[in-house]
């Protein structure tokens, strides 16, 4: 199961994925909405780590869907 987790991936990381998959809102906005009391995220950071675990999610395809 491990081996569909990105390199450098973190659980707050598939979180922002599942959220940005939910909400689908602009970047921007996500951004700063998975930042929290810290401030916005980066957005080219939170595109290096969720676009990676959306492919990764898409690669379960085979393994969950019979």
Same mark, same amino acid.
């Given at each position: 199961m491990h081996d569909f987790i990105p390199a450098e991936g973190e659980i707050k990381h598939f979180?922002? #994925?599942l959220h940005f998959m939910k909400a689908? #809102? @602009?970047q921007g906005?996500?951004?700063s909405t998975v930042g929290g009391s810290s401030g916005a995220v980066d957005p080219k950071t939170f595109? @290096?780590?969720v676009w990676p675990f959306i492919h990764a999610i898409a690669d379960l395809e085979p393994v969950v869907v019979s």
């Open positions: 979180l922002w #994925t689908y #809102t @602009k906005v996500v951004s595109r @290096k780590y």
